[in-house]
Protein backbone atom coordinates (compact mmCIF):
# COMPACT_ATOMS: atom_id res chain seq x y z
CA UNK A 1 0.00 0.00 0.00
CA UNK A 2 1.45 3.04 -1.25
CA UNK A 3 1.22 6.89 1.27
CA UNK A 4 -1.85 7.95 -1.22
CA UNK A 5 -3.93 4.90 -0.25
CA UNK A 6 -2.81 4.87 3.22
CA UNK A 7 -3.94 8.39 3.17
CA UNK A 8 -7.41 7.33 2.31
CA UNK A 9 -8.16 6.18 6.11
CA UNK A 10 -9.22 9.47 8.00
CA UNK A 11 -8.10 11.63 4.84
CA UNK A 12 -10.28 11.04 1.78
CA UNK A 13 -13.98 12.26 0.99
CA UNK A 14 -16.59 9.43 2.02
CA UNK A 15 -16.68 6.90 -0.37
CA UNK A 16 -14.08 8.56 -2.56
CA UNK A 17 -10.19 7.80 -2.62
CA UNK A 18 -7.64 10.36 -2.15
CA UNK A 19 -5.94 9.11 -4.52
CA UNK A 20 -9.05 10.27 -6.81
CA UNK A 21 -9.17 13.57 -5.34
CA UNK A 22 -5.33 14.15 -6.28
CA UNK A 23 -6.16 13.34 -9.51
CA UNK A 24 -8.37 15.62 -10.04
CA UNK A 25 -6.47 18.62 -8.60
CA UNK A 26 -5.34 21.25 -11.43
CA UNK A 27 -1.56 21.40 -9.44
CA UNK A 28 1.37 18.87 -9.85
CA UNK A 29 1.46 16.30 -6.88
CA UNK A 30 3.42 13.59 -6.69
CA UNK A 31 4.71 11.23 -3.73
CA UNK A 32 7.91 9.06 -2.48
CA UNK A 33 8.89 6.56 0.08
CA UNK A 34 11.63 7.08 2.49
CA UNK A 35 14.33 5.67 -0.20
CA UNK A 36 13.05 9.15 -2.96
CA UNK A 37 11.13 6.10 -4.52
CA UNK A 38 8.31 7.42 -6.89
CA UNK A 39 4.86 6.10 -5.20
CA UNK A 40 2.28 8.36 -6.99
CA UNK A 41 1.80 11.47 -9.21
CA UNK A 42 -1.07 12.89 -10.38
CA UNK A 43 -2.37 13.82 -14.15
CA UNK A 44 -0.99 17.54 -14.03
CA UNK A 45 2.60 16.23 -12.60
CA UNK A 46 3.41 14.15 -16.17
CA UNK A 47 1.77 16.95 -18.13
CA UNK A 48 4.71 19.12 -16.17
CA UNK A 49 7.16 16.66 -16.74
CA UNK A 50 6.32 15.71 -20.21
CA UNK A 51 6.33 12.03 -19.46
CA UNK A 52 5.23 9.47 -16.85
CA UNK A 53 8.04 8.26 -14.51
CA UNK A 54 8.10 4.54 -13.37
CA UNK A 55 6.88 4.27 -10.07
CA UNK A 56 8.52 2.48 -7.57
CA UNK A 57 11.70 2.61 -9.81
CA UNK A 58 12.58 6.37 -10.26
CA UNK A 59 14.00 8.30 -8.08
CA UNK A 60 13.51 11.92 -6.56
CA UNK A 61 11.40 13.77 -9.35
CA UNK A 62 9.38 12.78 -12.60
CA UNK A 63 11.31 15.40 -14.50
CA UNK A 64 13.19 13.66 -17.15
CA UNK A 65 15.86 16.40 -16.68
CA UNK A 66 16.21 19.04 -14.45
CA UNK A 67 18.23 22.53 -14.73
CA UNK A 68 19.39 25.23 -11.93
CA UNK A 69 17.95 28.62 -12.79
CA UNK A 70 20.97 29.39 -14.35
CA UNK A 71 20.76 27.07 -16.74
CA UNK A 72 23.38 24.61 -15.61
CA UNK A 73 22.45 21.03 -15.28
CA UNK A 74 21.03 19.80 -11.74
CA UNK A 75 21.19 15.95 -10.97
CA UNK A 76 18.27 14.70 -9.40
CA UNK A 77 20.04 14.18 -5.91
CA UNK A 78 20.16 18.14 -5.91
CA UNK A 79 16.36 18.61 -6.33
CA UNK A 80 14.18 19.71 -3.94
CA UNK A 81 12.37 16.69 -2.65
CA UNK A 82 15.74 15.18 -2.49
CA UNK A 83 17.18 17.78 -0.49
CA UNK A 84 14.10 17.72 2.00
CA UNK A 85 14.49 13.94 2.60
CA UNK A 86 18.79 13.92 3.06
CA UNK A 87 18.29 16.56 5.76
CA UNK A 88 15.06 15.59 7.18
CA UNK A 89 13.16 19.28 6.81
CA UNK A 90 10.44 20.67 4.41
CA UNK A 91 11.25 22.88 1.73
CA UNK A 92 9.46 25.84 1.12
CA UNK A 93 9.05 26.68 -2.68
CA UNK A 94 12.35 25.88 -4.11
CA UNK A 95 12.91 26.86 -7.38
CA UNK A 96 14.15 24.95 -10.63
CA UNK A 97 13.64 23.94 -14.27
CA UNK A 98 12.34 20.74 -15.61
CA UNK A 99 13.47 20.06 -19.06
CA UNK A 100 10.77 17.97 -20.65
CA UNK A 101 11.53 15.38 -23.68
CA UNK A 102 10.74 17.48 -26.03
CA UNK A 103 12.92 20.16 -25.38
CA UNK A 104 10.62 22.67 -24.03
CA UNK A 105 11.66 23.97 -20.38
CA UNK A 106 9.72 24.54 -17.51
CA UNK A 107 9.99 27.23 -14.43
CA UNK A 108 8.31 25.81 -11.17
CA UNK A 109 8.39 25.76 -7.46
CA UNK A 110 8.57 22.72 -5.28
CA UNK A 111 7.33 22.62 -2.21
CA UNK A 112 7.79 19.12 -0.78
CA UNK A 113 6.50 18.06 2.38
CA UNK A 114 7.99 14.89 4.90
CA UNK A 115 5.61 12.29 5.76
CA UNK A 116 6.21 10.55 9.34
CA UNK A 117 4.92 7.71 10.99
CA UNK A 118 3.98 7.78 14.72
CA UNK A 119 6.89 7.73 16.28
CA UNK A 120 8.04 10.81 14.23
CA UNK A 121 10.04 8.92 11.57
CA UNK A 122 10.27 10.31 8.23
CA UNK A 123 8.62 7.38 5.82
CA UNK A 124 8.44 9.57 3.03
CA UNK A 125 7.26 12.90 1.44
CA UNK A 126 4.87 14.47 -0.93
CA UNK A 127 5.80 17.37 -3.32
CA UNK A 128 3.02 20.29 -4.66
CA UNK A 129 4.83 22.01 -8.36
CA UNK A 130 4.04 24.89 -8.95
CA UNK A 131 4.30 25.70 -12.92
CA UNK A 132 5.87 28.90 -13.51
CA UNK A 133 5.42 29.14 -17.32
CA UNK A 134 2.14 31.37 -16.69
CA UNK A 135 3.66 33.37 -14.25
CA UNK A 136 6.77 33.99 -16.13
CA UNK A 137 4.98 35.22 -19.42
CA UNK A 138 3.18 37.65 -16.83
CA UNK A 139 6.14 39.12 -15.53
CA UNK A 140 7.36 39.11 -19.34
CA UNK A 141 4.45 40.54 -20.71
CA UNK A 142 4.36 43.11 -17.69
CA UNK A 143 8.21 44.25 -18.67
CA UNK A 144 7.46 44.73 -22.24
CA UNK A 145 4.44 46.76 -21.60
CA UNK A 146 6.77 48.86 -18.54
CA UNK A 147 9.08 49.16 -21.30
CA UNK A 148 6.47 50.72 -24.26
CA UNK A 149 5.19 53.11 -21.57
CA UNK A 150 8.65 54.47 -21.06
CA UNK A 151 9.70 54.62 -24.56
CA UNK A 152 6.55 55.81 -25.78
CA UNK A 153 6.48 59.34 -27.44
CA UNK A 154 3.55 59.86 -25.78
CA UNK A 155 3.38 61.32 -22.19
CA UNK A 156 1.33 57.96 -20.52
CA UNK A 157 0.19 59.04 -16.98
CA UNK A 158 -1.71 56.72 -14.29
CA UNK A 159 -4.11 58.36 -11.79
CA UNK A 160 -5.91 56.40 -8.63
CA UNK A 161 -9.66 56.87 -8.15
CA UNK A 162 -8.73 60.37 -5.96
CA UNK A 163 -7.56 62.04 -8.92
CA UNK A 164 -3.59 61.50 -7.57
CA UNK A 165 -0.83 60.49 -10.26
CA UNK A 166 0.99 57.05 -9.52
CA UNK A 167 2.94 57.09 -12.46
CA UNK A 168 4.52 59.08 -14.56
CA UNK A 169 7.04 58.45 -17.95
CA UNK A 170 9.48 59.92 -19.87
CA UNK A 171 7.84 61.31 -22.31
CA UNK A 172 4.97 62.95 -19.57
CA UNK A 173 8.24 64.51 -18.39
CA UNK A 174 8.95 65.82 -21.93
CA UNK A 175 5.38 67.18 -22.11
CA UNK A 176 4.75 69.02 -18.97
CA UNK A 177 8.02 69.31 -17.62
CA UNK A 178 7.79 67.92 -14.20
CA UNK A 179 10.45 64.68 -13.32
CA UNK A 180 8.45 61.63 -11.87
CA UNK A 181 9.66 62.85 -8.32
CA UNK A 182 7.15 66.03 -8.63
CA UNK A 183 4.55 64.74 -10.64
CA UNK A 184 3.57 60.92 -8.49
CA UNK A 185 1.74 61.82 -5.62
CA UNK A 186 0.63 64.90 -6.48
CA UNK A 187 -3.47 65.61 -7.87
CA UNK A 188 -3.66 65.16 -11.89
CA UNK A 189 -5.32 68.89 -11.88
CA UNK A 190 -2.11 70.47 -11.09
CA UNK A 191 -2.21 69.34 -15.22
CA UNK A 192 -5.74 71.17 -16.16
CA UNK A 193 -6.16 74.64 -16.55
CA UNK A 194 -8.94 76.52 -14.44
CA UNK A 195 -10.98 76.72 -17.04
CA UNK A 196 -11.16 73.08 -18.19
CA UNK A 197 -11.97 71.40 -14.51
CA UNK A 198 -15.03 70.25 -14.96
CA UNK A 199 -13.47 67.86 -17.73
CA UNK A 200 -11.91 66.10 -14.63
CA UNK A 201 -15.07 65.51 -12.83
CA UNK A 202 -16.99 64.17 -16.49
CA UNK A 203 -13.54 61.65 -16.73
CA UNK A 204 -13.28 60.30 -13.39
CA UNK A 205 -17.42 59.72 -13.67
CA UNK A 206 -16.65 57.66 -16.75
CA UNK A 207 -14.50 56.05 -15.40
CA UNK A 208 -15.97 55.24 -12.03
CA UNK A 209 -18.38 53.19 -14.94
CA UNK A 210 -15.74 51.16 -16.67
CA UNK A 211 -15.98 53.49 -19.43
CA UNK A 212 -13.17 54.48 -22.13
CA UNK A 213 -12.85 58.06 -22.81
CA UNK A 214 -12.37 57.95 -26.94
CA UNK A 215 -9.58 60.46 -27.86
CA UNK A 216 -10.00 64.00 -27.93
CA UNK A 217 -8.74 67.80 -27.94
CA UNK A 218 -8.20 69.64 -25.21
CA UNK A 219 -5.47 72.09 -23.83
CA UNK A 220 -3.21 71.08 -20.67
CA UNK A 221 -0.83 73.17 -18.09
CA UNK A 222 3.05 73.33 -18.10
CA UNK A 223 5.05 73.26 -15.34
CA UNK A 224 6.19 76.83 -16.56
CA UNK A 225 2.72 78.31 -17.17
CA UNK A 226 2.35 77.36 -20.72
CA UNK A 227 -0.35 75.73 -22.12
CA UNK A 228 -0.17 72.88 -24.65
CA UNK A 229 -2.66 71.39 -27.34
CA UNK A 230 -3.34 67.91 -26.59
CA UNK A 231 -4.90 64.44 -27.74
CA UNK A 232 -6.13 62.96 -24.65
CA UNK A 233 -7.39 59.19 -24.24
CA UNK A 234 -8.81 57.96 -20.60
CA UNK A 235 -8.94 54.55 -20.19
CA UNK A 236 -9.75 52.26 -16.57
CA UNK A 237 -7.37 50.25 -14.74
CA UNK A 238 -8.92 47.09 -13.15
CA UNK A 239 -7.49 44.83 -10.59
CA UNK A 240 -7.25 41.37 -11.19
CA UNK A 241 -10.77 40.99 -9.73
CA UNK A 242 -12.07 43.41 -12.18
CA UNK A 243 -12.97 46.74 -10.06
CA UNK A 244 -11.61 49.60 -11.37
CA UNK A 245 -8.85 51.21 -9.62
CA UNK A 246 -7.69 54.02 -11.34
CA UNK A 247 -7.32 55.17 -14.67
CA UNK A 248 -4.38 55.57 -17.07
CA UNK A 249 -3.96 58.98 -19.49
CA UNK A 250 -2.00 59.37 -23.32
CA UNK A 251 -1.41 62.91 -23.84
CA UNK A 252 -0.19 63.48 -27.22
CA UNK A 253 1.34 66.86 -28.10
CA UNK A 254 -0.55 68.20 -31.25
CA UNK A 255 0.91 72.11 -30.91
CA UNK A 256 2.76 71.44 -34.35
CA UNK A 257 -0.44 69.58 -36.09
CA UNK A 258 -2.75 72.54 -34.49
CA UNK A 259 -0.24 74.83 -36.16
CA UNK A 260 0.14 73.36 -39.40
CA UNK A 261 -3.40 73.73 -39.45
CA UNK A 262 -3.36 77.32 -38.69
CA UNK A 263 -0.51 78.06 -41.30
CA UNK A 264 -2.84 76.20 -43.87
CA UNK A 265 -6.14 77.93 -43.04
CA UNK A 266 -3.92 81.30 -43.26
CA UNK A 267 -2.45 80.24 -46.65
CA UNK A 268 -5.59 79.31 -47.93
CA UNK A 269 -7.35 83.17 -47.13
CA UNK A 270 -3.71 84.06 -48.88
CA UNK A 271 -4.14 82.21 -51.60
CA UNK A 272 -7.90 83.08 -52.38
CA UNK A 273 -7.10 86.67 -51.83
CA UNK A 274 -4.48 86.54 -54.50
CA UNK A 275 -6.48 84.43 -56.87
CA UNK A 276 -9.21 87.17 -56.45
CA UNK A 277 -6.33 90.05 -57.22
CA UNK A 278 -4.97 88.12 -60.30
CA UNK A 279 -8.87 87.85 -61.84
CA UNK A 280 -8.87 91.55 -61.56
CA UNK A 281 -5.27 91.80 -63.35
CA UNK A 282 -7.41 89.61 -66.11
CA UNK A 283 -9.80 91.54 -66.70
CA UNK A 284 -8.04 94.64 -66.81
CA UNK A 285 -5.51 93.48 -68.85
CA UNK A 286 -8.13 92.33 -71.32
CA UNK A 287 -10.36 95.02 -71.02
CA UNK A 288 -6.92 97.40 -72.04
CA UNK A 289 -5.65 94.49 -74.90
CA UNK A 290 -9.11 94.50 -76.82
CA UNK A 291 -9.27 98.37 -77.09
CA UNK A 292 -5.37 98.12 -78.77
CA UNK A 293 -5.59 95.42 -81.06
CA UNK A 294 -7.67 94.85 -84.35
CA UNK A 295 -7.65 91.51 -84.74
CA UNK A 296 -8.90 88.50 -82.72
CA UNK A 297 -5.57 86.62 -83.29
CA UNK A 298 -3.94 89.38 -82.20
CA UNK A 299 -5.60 90.02 -79.24
CA UNK A 300 -5.29 86.27 -78.42
CA UNK A 301 -1.79 86.47 -78.36
CA UNK A 302 -1.28 89.26 -76.64
CA UNK A 303 -3.59 87.83 -73.60
CA UNK A 304 -1.60 84.41 -73.89
CA UNK A 305 1.53 86.59 -73.28
CA UNK A 306 0.14 88.01 -70.42
CA UNK A 307 -1.28 85.25 -68.69
CA UNK A 308 1.66 83.38 -69.11
CA UNK A 309 3.75 86.43 -67.22
CA UNK A 310 1.47 85.82 -64.39
CA UNK A 311 1.72 82.31 -63.92
CA UNK A 312 5.49 82.91 -63.71
CA UNK A 313 4.81 85.16 -60.94
CA UNK A 314 2.74 82.99 -59.38
CA UNK A 315 5.00 80.11 -59.72
CA UNK A 316 7.40 82.46 -57.65
CA UNK A 317 5.09 82.29 -54.76
CA UNK A 318 3.57 78.89 -54.67
CA UNK A 319 7.45 77.59 -54.71
CA UNK A 320 7.93 80.16 -51.55
CA UNK A 321 4.81 79.52 -49.77
CA UNK A 322 3.14 82.47 -50.87
CA UNK A 323 6.27 84.76 -48.63
CA UNK A 324 6.85 86.70 -51.59
CA UNK A 325 10.29 86.55 -53.78
CA UNK A 326 12.88 88.99 -54.31
CA UNK A 327 13.27 91.79 -56.78
CA UNK A 328 16.09 89.82 -58.88
CA UNK A 329 13.78 86.25 -58.50
CA UNK A 330 11.21 88.43 -60.12
CA UNK A 331 13.59 90.11 -62.68
CA UNK A 332 14.64 86.86 -64.13
CA UNK A 333 11.76 85.05 -64.20
CA UNK A 334 10.16 87.76 -66.61
CA UNK A 335 13.65 87.86 -68.20
CA UNK A 336 14.84 84.33 -69.36
CA UNK A 337 12.74 83.90 -72.32
CA UNK A 338 14.09 87.38 -73.58
CA UNK A 339 17.82 87.93 -72.90
CA UNK A 340 21.30 86.04 -72.03
CA UNK A 341 22.22 87.04 -68.35
CA UNK A 342 25.01 89.65 -69.97
CA UNK A 343 22.90 91.85 -71.92
CA UNK A 344 21.03 92.56 -68.69
CA UNK A 345 22.21 93.78 -65.42
CA UNK A 346 20.59 93.94 -61.67
CA UNK A 347 22.04 96.37 -58.50
CA UNK A 348 20.25 96.52 -55.56
CA UNK A 349 19.63 95.35 -52.25
CA UNK A 350 18.36 91.97 -51.07
CA UNK A 351 14.65 92.97 -50.86
CA UNK A 352 11.42 90.64 -50.58
CA UNK A 353 8.39 91.87 -52.05
CA UNK A 354 5.33 90.95 -51.30
CA UNK A 355 2.99 88.73 -52.81
CA UNK A 356 0.68 91.58 -54.70
CA UNK A 357 4.10 93.25 -55.62
CA UNK A 358 5.02 89.90 -56.83
CA UNK A 359 2.28 89.79 -59.48
CA UNK A 360 1.92 93.36 -60.53
CA UNK A 361 5.75 94.10 -60.69
CA UNK A 362 5.87 90.93 -62.57
CA UNK A 363 3.15 92.45 -65.24
CA UNK A 364 5.27 95.35 -65.49
CA UNK A 365 8.94 93.67 -65.98
CA UNK A 366 6.95 91.43 -68.90
CA UNK A 367 5.69 94.74 -70.87
CA UNK A 368 9.05 96.21 -70.21
CA UNK A 369 10.23 92.63 -71.44
CA UNK A 370 8.41 91.67 -74.41
CA UNK A 371 8.71 96.28 -75.97
CA UNK A 372 12.50 95.85 -75.88
CA UNK A 373 12.46 92.49 -77.24
CA UNK A 374 10.77 94.29 -80.05
CA UNK A 375 11.66 97.57 -80.03
CA UNK A 376 14.36 97.94 -77.96
CA UNK A 377 17.43 97.51 -76.91
CA UNK A 378 17.05 93.82 -77.21
CA UNK A 379 16.23 93.24 -80.29
CA UNK A 380 19.50 94.66 -81.01
CA UNK A 381 22.63 92.81 -81.01
CA UNK A 382 24.71 95.68 -78.72
CA UNK A 383 21.69 96.74 -76.57
CA UNK A 384 21.63 96.22 -73.09
CA UNK A 385 19.29 97.08 -69.91
CA UNK A 386 20.09 97.70 -66.34
CA UNK A 387 18.02 98.13 -63.47
CA UNK A 388 18.36 99.15 -60.38
CA UNK A 389 16.69 99.60 -57.24
CA UNK A 390 17.31 101.06 -53.31
CA UNK A 391 15.58 102.14 -50.54
CA UNK A 392 15.31 105.98 -49.64
CA UNK A 393 14.94 106.43 -46.15
CA UNK A 394 13.08 108.81 -44.71
CA UNK A 395 13.05 110.97 -41.08
CA UNK A 396 9.52 109.89 -40.71
CA UNK A 397 10.35 106.28 -41.47
CA UNK A 398 8.70 106.36 -44.53
CA UNK A 399 10.80 105.05 -46.78
CA UNK A 400 10.25 105.02 -50.55
CA UNK A 401 10.92 102.14 -52.68
CA UNK A 402 12.96 103.13 -56.06
CA UNK A 403 13.06 101.06 -59.00
CA UNK A 404 14.83 102.50 -62.76
CA UNK A 405 14.30 99.81 -66.01
CA UNK A 406 16.91 101.63 -67.92
CA UNK A 407 17.35 100.87 -71.29
CA UNK A 408 21.33 101.44 -73.33
CA UNK A 409 22.17 101.16 -76.93
CA UNK A 410 18.94 100.75 -78.65
CA UNK A 411 17.71 101.41 -81.97
CA UNK A 412 16.51 104.98 -82.87
CA UNK A 413 13.70 105.68 -81.20
CA UNK A 414 12.07 108.31 -84.37
CA UNK A 415 9.16 109.03 -82.22
CA UNK A 416 7.06 107.82 -78.83
CA UNK A 417 5.17 105.08 -79.11
CA UNK A 418 1.47 104.74 -78.99
CA UNK A 419 0.05 103.99 -75.51
CA UNK A 420 -0.67 100.48 -75.70
CA UNK A 421 -1.59 98.17 -72.57
CA UNK A 422 2.31 98.11 -71.54
CA UNK A 423 2.22 102.03 -71.04
CA UNK A 424 -0.80 101.99 -68.88
CA UNK A 425 0.59 98.83 -67.13
CA UNK A 426 3.72 100.47 -66.28
CA UNK A 427 2.37 104.20 -65.58
CA UNK A 428 -1.06 103.61 -64.10
CA UNK A 429 -1.70 99.77 -63.28
CA UNK A 430 1.34 98.71 -61.45
CA UNK A 431 1.97 102.01 -59.84
CA UNK A 432 -1.41 102.65 -58.33
CA UNK A 433 -1.47 98.56 -57.09
CA UNK A 434 1.17 99.38 -55.13
CA UNK A 435 0.07 103.12 -54.16
CA UNK A 436 3.22 105.06 -55.82
CA UNK A 437 3.99 106.66 -59.47
CA UNK A 438 5.55 105.35 -62.41
CA UNK A 439 7.20 107.69 -65.11
CA UNK A 440 7.85 106.45 -68.98
CA UNK A 441 10.67 108.04 -71.08
CA UNK A 442 11.17 107.27 -74.45
CA UNK A 443 15.43 108.52 -75.05
CA UNK A 444 16.63 108.02 -78.88
CA UNK A 445 18.32 104.87 -77.94
CA UNK A 446 15.88 103.42 -75.30
CA UNK A 447 13.29 103.72 -72.70
CA UNK A 448 13.44 104.15 -68.86
CA UNK A 449 10.97 103.06 -67.04
CA UNK A 450 11.66 104.68 -62.99
CA UNK A 451 9.01 103.08 -60.22
CA UNK A 452 8.70 104.68 -56.70
CA UNK A 453 6.28 103.36 -54.09
CA UNK A 454 6.20 103.56 -50.24
CA UNK A 455 8.65 100.59 -49.13
CA UNK A 456 5.51 99.18 -46.96
CA UNK A 457 3.81 98.90 -50.00
CA UNK A 458 6.32 96.87 -51.89
CA UNK A 459 8.36 94.96 -49.13
CA UNK A 460 6.96 91.80 -47.72
CA UNK A 461 6.89 91.99 -43.72
CA UNK A 462 9.81 91.28 -41.35
CA UNK A 463 7.29 89.39 -38.60
CA UNK A 464 5.50 87.30 -41.30
CA UNK A 465 8.55 85.57 -43.21
CA UNK A 466 9.98 85.39 -39.48
CA UNK A 467 6.41 83.01 -38.52
CA UNK A 468 6.96 80.93 -41.45
Same mark, same amino acid.
Given at each position: ?????????????????????????????????????????????????????????????????????????????????????? &?????????????????????????????????????? /????????????????????????????????????????????????????????? &? /??????????????? +??????? *??????????????????? +???????????????????? %???????????? *???????????? !???????????? *???? *? !???????????????????????????????????????????? &???????????????????????????????????????????????????? =??????? +??????????? +????? %?????????????? =?????? %??????????? =?? =??????????????? &???????? /?????????
Amino acid at each position: MNFVEQADVGLGVPGIPTADLMQALPVAIYTVDGQGRITFFNEAAAELWGHRPVIGRDLWCGSWKLRHLDGRDMAHGECPMAVALR &EGRDVSWDQAIAERPDGELVPFRAHPRLLRDEAGNVVG /AINTLLDLRTQTLGDEARMRLAAIVESSMDAIVSKDMNGIITSWNDAAERLFGYTPA &E /AIGRPVTMLIPPDRL +DEEVSII *SRIRAGERVPSYETMRLRK +DGTLVSVSLTVSPIRDTIGR %VVGASKIARDIS *SHKENERRIRLL !MREVNHRVKNQY *SVII *S !MIRETSKLTSTPEAFLGQVRERIAALSESHDLLVNAEWRGATVG &ELIHAQLKAFAAQPRVSMAGPMLILQPNAVQYLGIAFHELATNSAKHGALSC =SGGRVEI +DWNVIPAGDGA +DTFRL %VWRELDGPILDAVR =SRGFGV %VVLERVAPQAL =SG =SGRLEFHARGVTWTL &EAPLHFVQ /ASVADNAAD
